[in-house]
């Protein structure tokens, strides 16, 4: 898997940094706890210890005086003082030695009420070193300072040869007044002993005298202070600290799990790593399809081009700059795709569309844009640099390229392409508006015949309008049967007998009056009612045909109706159900109609032909005019259009061009009607080319069927 650098520095970023500042942040908190609560429990136990020492010392101190205070009351002690002489032998044994022995007192003085000594017991040893000097010095301080209405009791540190000791001081007797009575003294150093007696009390261990001076930070210690608050020892011991006792338990536990969370922590950023990578890859991947399925829903798939979605959405931001920059919409229609398409199948229809895109797309620079919106209909967004002189250039161009021939299947293939043009802002700034009146162009283009290209005008629109408006008005009068059928005669060749009728339709517009068919007929065809009208005037013509058997009756049918499905069976039916015959019938139509698709062409005339019906080709020499075309065909006739008739007065030519119309389609077996016959030197001249049939407004106009009769009837086509 492929990991971008730009993945691994957002996950190291936003996931692997908080996730250890976390971790951190927990193991500092939780260190700081621990050592917190490690610190607090010892300097709580330290306080603790501080008080059990501080109640040891005053129980220690209560107890000499408990001790000295039985002697000091003691009867038989005070008669012993009061004899002239002391029984020094019995107050060792059971003064000095007792206090000695019993409660480990080292110094046992007795002083007179006169101040003297009386009595000394100094442990051996201990008397060389002459502290009772300076123990009668303290208790005379304090017998001097003892309230005079109690007996003195009294228990203090001192300090003593250097060392702390605790002295105590009591009167002997109930004498109310200590400083006239004899005091019993007696000293217990702050020694090893002392320290033993007192680590059993106080439970505590390593109890030692440090020197006061000590600079060490020594946190379990204990000044011990004379009566007026003087130090006179430093204790220390070794503290119990069950905060750390409790870090050494908990310690290894909380290491243990701080351990377990790093792993798990690590196993899970390892996870979240991969899972992640595999997430991004298949976010990737949407974003790929994404974008895939984007260019899809915008794109045709045949071409590449943008699809009508995205010209449109295109067209919408070229249009809000059109005031600066003026904008042009193309639309180009291919003129016989339809052509190529049926002669060389859908393959060749596919890579004709390919080729075309091809060809446009180096014609337009890269700002602009050439989209398929579907079928053989292509767009171009252009954006002119000099106005309509820029755009006109372009569709020469486009038009220029569209006309070379296109090689598919081994074969060339032309096709040819018309193009109407809107320009933004002077035609429209809204889209919809600009594809309508592009749209109005290119209908005007073709209109025009093909290769063409147009530019809107604002008459096309009016012409559009009215169109829409003729349309809607032609429906309502086919529907409520306004419409009527006039026949004109095709005559003999001297005009002397009325062979047949040709069916023209009328319409006398309720507001416009007559409006010719060259107006209407288009419009019925671009909307679909040709067919309707062109059945309608069928069954219309059929009657008649059953009035006059002996007349052949022509009907015109349009390209559109020749190519609507089920058409031969359609009119056969309408023909049948009219009880007309077929053979009486003669279908007019174009050369149109023959080159749009030969073979199916070929296929509905037979259809007809094997109906009975009869075949003629209208408006000849308007179009193609290739006689060589026409053996393909099985046709019974050909209309040599009035344009030919009509130049017969002006020149020679078109007797020649008539004459050999005339003789080849004789050759092809073909009868030859000249359309259009004003004049009695065209009749004349049509006569000495060798014509059949006449038709024109020499011998009558199309009349109403209701004058037909008096039409034939008349002396001059009874023939
Ligand atoms: N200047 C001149 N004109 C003459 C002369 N003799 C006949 N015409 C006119 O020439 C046209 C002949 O019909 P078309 O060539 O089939 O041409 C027809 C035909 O293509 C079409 N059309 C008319 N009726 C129908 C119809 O029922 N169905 C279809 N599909 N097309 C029709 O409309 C076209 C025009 O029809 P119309 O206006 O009736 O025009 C008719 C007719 O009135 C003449 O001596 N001088």
Redesign the pocket.
Known sequence: MKITNSFRSHFIREILLPLVAVLVITFIAASATLSWATVKNNQDALKVQHGIIHASLLQSAEEMRQQQQSLAQWRLLIEHLQAASLDVPWMDENIGGWLSQMFNHQLVYILSAGQQIRYRWERPGMAANGYADEVVENARRWQADAPAIQPLQRVALIRLGGRPAMLAVSSIGASSDPRNADLLISVRFIDADYLQALSERSHLQGLRIIEDGNPLPLPARYTLRNLQGQAVGVLSWQPDKPGSRMLRFIGPVVLVVVIIITIICIVMIRRLWLSSLRLSSTLLQLSASEAQAQHIAFHDVLTGLPNRALVENRLNHSLLAAQKQSVALLLLDLDRFKNVNDTFGHHAGDSLIVEVANRLLPLVNNVDTVGRLGGDEFVIIYHPEKSARSVALLCQNIIDALNRPFMLLGNEAWVGVSIGVAIAPQDAVDRQEMMRKADIALYEAKHQGRGQCCLFAARMDESIKTRQLMASELRQALQQEKLQ??Y?PLMNIDGSRVMGL?????WHHPGKGFV???EF?PI??ETGQ?VQ??EW?LREACRVARQWPQLSI?????PI?FRSAGFVERISEIVRSEQADSQQIEL?I?EGVLMDDTQEAKVIIDGLRAAGFRIAL??FGTGYSSLNYLSHFPVDKI?I??SF??SLDSGENATAIIESVVKLGHAMGLTVTA????TSSQMSALAEAGCNQL????FS??IPPDRIASLLSSGDYSG
Do not use: H, W
């Open positions: 059928v006039y004109q040709e069916a023209l339709l009328r010719p068919p060259a007929i019925a065809e040709i009208l062109g005037v022509a009907v015109n049918v349009s109706q007019e174009t209208d408006d209309k259009d009035r008739i009509q359309e259009g016959v004003e038709q024109g407004y020499l106009e199309a």
